[in-house]
């Protein structure tokens, strides 16, 4: 069974002890590939540092809302120069997020309307990260015609009515570690109803680490209680989901 990680940090402080104990844990687990997420000007480095070193290890670059305050615009410049690596796959972690108070809402705003421009202009697919904003993500998405290069919501945690508009846009939805948890009812209600060829799965270690490990830094080897869980949810088994996200990020990321 071939697991695909679609978001990790393992370039984050957290794994500073054990890295490259923690790949091997993941590949021992099953996880045959993963994009990890470079989203400031401290990651992108350390996120390609990553890619260039594994080759099932591949990068997403893009500035994360929470930062965008600090986003200069040769920034921007830099991280299209970096597209062009044969190893990232896509612009993000990108988005919105309303819950911590670090980037006013305008700013934000600038910074996804400009990112998701580069994206259309390069190609990419994007990935999303929206976080007490479906609204205005939704909004900005339509507005610079995102549709044209589709991507990923992360760690999807809307509505239904939600996800229909993101899969309208042609967006893919991922679910990590809450949909494992026993109150999780709604994103476990959304999964029930995404398409299986609109799914995929993720970690985002070392957060939202899935039960039974919730508490404990998360990492990529639990990508299987995750694809445990979406299986159970689906009414599918377990390698079966596998098999189908694993082909759906490949396809979205471009990977051949």
Not at 14 to 33: L, P, S
Not at 69 to 79: G, P, Y
Not at 111 to 129: C, D, N, S, T, Y
Request: aromatic content about 8%; charged content about 25%.
């Amino acid at each position: 069974m071939q697991l695909f990680d679609t978001h990790t940090h393992l370039d984050a402080s957290q794994f500073d002890g054990d890295r490259e104990e923690t790949i091997a844990r993941a590949v021992e687990a099953g996880v045959a590939r993963m994009v990890n997420i470079g989203f400031n000007r401290e990651t992108i480095p350390t996120t390609m540092k990553l890619a260039e070193a594994y080759d099932f290890i591949y990068a997403a670059i893009g500035w994360h809302p929470t930062d965008t305050l600090d986003m200069k615009d040769e920034d921007l410049d830099w991280i299209a120069s970096l597209c062009g690596h044969h190893k990232v796959v896509a612009i993000g972690e990108i988005g919105l997020d309303y819950y911590w108070d670090t980037s006013p809402k305008e700013v934000q705003h600038r910074a996804f309307r400009r990112q998701i421009g580069l994206a259309r202009e390069l190609k990419m697919p994007i990935v999303i990260h929206n976080r007490d904003a479906h609204e205005d993500v939704v909004r900005i998405l339509r507005e610079e015609k995102a549709a044209e290069v589709g991507g990923i919501m992360h760690s999807f945690s809307g509505s239904w009515e939600t996800a229909k508009m993101c899969l309208d846009l042609g967006f893919h939805l991922s679910f990590g570690g809450p949909i494992t948890f026993k109150n999780a009812r709604v994103p476990k209600e959304v999964l029930a109803q995404v398409p299986l060829d609109r799914l995929l799965i993720e970690t985002d270690s070392p957060y939202l680490t899935p039960h039974p490990y919730r508490g404990k830094r998360n990492e990529s080897a639990h990508v299987r209680l995750v694809a445990e869980a979406a299986a159970e949810i689906k009414g599918i088994e377990v390698e079966k989901l596998a098999e189908i996200t694993y082909a759906n990020a490949l396809e979205r990321f471009g990977i051949v």
